[in-house]
């Protein structure tokens, strides 16, 4: 299935954006999942893995502890400035670009990563499919989504956001960037996906994930995420420091510090079968390392 944005809205490639990204969503809210996806892969050290939308690396990192100094971890992704965050890490190869479209020849890697990027892939079927196709028989597919739910304080934040542009238009500036993220908040629908694209033994847990921040790292969180990256675009300057001043006195005058939340995240793993098992998936020969 096929989603068209008609302009670039993600806001990934800017450098404030990626190192607000990686200061507050990754600590906070993708990196505990990103283990625990790792961990449910069960990597041998000595493993060949591919982070795909690896962002500044909460995937790749987890995964780079895993397979030890023996292993690789190669991290795929679009932004350059997520990319050279990543690289001031030292944990993994770095590459630029998309999946589909993966540059690297079939049957290779031990194990595929993508944490948070399933909902972002204009088509998610050819971009599994290429997945499936560097991936070598027996390895695992895992990724992870958002499962159902806002939290009260997104919902106020949301409601600040009302009072200066249409919930509307939030929520299809958030549908560009993210056009299946409502589909896979369902473990169903993720794992029919899966097993769709020709993965065997496919599995979906879902966790509940606490987070305890502090007021101002919470409203700067969430200015580097979709919504927020979208009103700070479409404001003038006059009119986001206005937004930031009213947000900052709503969540002041409404809660105190720290503020305490959980998000229930979607787990998935899935397996490339032999050959004559997969539909539609490229031959298993192995390429030699
Ligand atoms: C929500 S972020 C997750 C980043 C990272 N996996 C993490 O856990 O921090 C989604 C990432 O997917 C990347 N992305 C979007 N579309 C992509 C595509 N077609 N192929 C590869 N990466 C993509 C974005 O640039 C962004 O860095």
């Known amino acids: 299935m096929s989603k068209q944005h008609p302009r670039n809205v993600s ?133 992870t989504t958002w499962g159902a739910g806002q939290t009260e304080f997104m919902r106020v934040w949301k409601e600040v956001a009302g009072e200066f542009v249409s919930n509307e238009r939030l929520q299809r500036a958030a549908e560009e960037v993210v056009p299946w993220e409502e589909r896979f908040r369902d473990s169903a629908h993720i794992q029919r996906a899966l097993e769709d694209t020709g993965l065997v033994g496919v599995e979906v847990k879902r966790q509940e994930y606490r987070v305890t921040i502090g007021l101002t790292d919470y409203l700067a969180l969430r200015e580097a995420t979709i919504e927020g990256r979208f009103l700070r675009q479409e404001f003038g300057a006059e009119q986001w420091h206005a937004f930031r001043q009213r947000a900052i006195a709503v969540f002041q005058g409404r809660f105190s510090e720290p503020i305490k939340y959980s998000r229930v995240i979607n787990l998935a793993l899935g397996r490339k079968p032999p050959a004559r098992e997969t539909s539609g998936v490229a031959s298993p020969r192995r390429a030699s390392r």
């Open 11 to 143: 806001g990934y490639s800017d450098a404030a954006v990626a190192a607000a990204y990686d200061r507050l969503l990754v600590p906070y809210h993708l990196a505990a999942p990103a283990r625990d996806l790792v961990a449910m892969l069960g990597l041998p050290a000595g493993s060949l893995v591919l982070d795909v939308g690896s962002g500044t690396g909460a995937a790749a990192v987890a995964a780079a502890e895993e397979v030890g100094p023996e292993g690789l971890v190669v991290a795929l992704e679009p932004s350059l400035e997520m990319l050279r965050l990543l690289h001031e890490k030292h944990v993994c190869r770095a590459v630029a670009g998309l999946a589909p479209g993966l540059p690297f020849p079939a049957d290779r890697f031990d194990a595929v990563l993508a944490n948070f990027v399933l909902s972002h892939f204009r088509s998610y079927e050819p971009a599994l499919r290429d997945m499936i196709r560097v991936l070598r028989a027996g390895g695992g597919l895992g990724l």
